[in-house]
């Protein structure tokens, strides 16, 4: 992971909260990573600013049940559709699609490793 991060071109420095993790700066409108006592920041101010404030969109987004996006789709053929439900509906495709790569991920890293004779060794919460 650190070499990883050295070779983005990231600048080097002591971590503040020594938690890995992404971490954004509302005040100064930066983001840097935390990773094994240490920490990188981008180059450019406002690198990864925009990615991080994507994918906290993504994460805050509710899970819409399945009659909420059939009424929605209803009132978009209807033509009826306000554009805060269009974006709704579209944030819960993205998050679907996200978690459907996720689990095809998943599930071809776990046949290639059944596949090699490896005994997978799963994470347990």
């Known amino acids: 992971m650190r070499t990883h991060l050295e070779a983005e071109g990231l600048e080097e420095y002591i971590a503040i909260f020594n938690r890995d993790g992404w971490y954004y700066d509302r005040l100064n409108n930066r983001t840097w990573y935390e990773f094994d006592g240490w920490g990188w920041e981008p180059k450019e101010a406002d690198d990864g600013v925009a990615m991080f404030l994507h994918e906290l969109e ?10 909420v996006v059939e ?25 679907v699609d996200i978690r459907n790569v996720i689990r095809r991920f998943r599930k071809h890293n776990l046949l290639r490793t059944l596949a090699k004779g490896i005994t997978p060794r799963f994470r347990t919460l």
């Open 58 to 67: 993504h994460l805050n987004t509710r899970w819409l049940e399945p009659t």
């Open 71 to 95: 009424a929605i789709k209803v009132l978009i053929d209807a033509k009826v559709c306000k554009r805060q439900l269009r974006q709704l509906l579209r944030a819960h495709e993205d998050n």
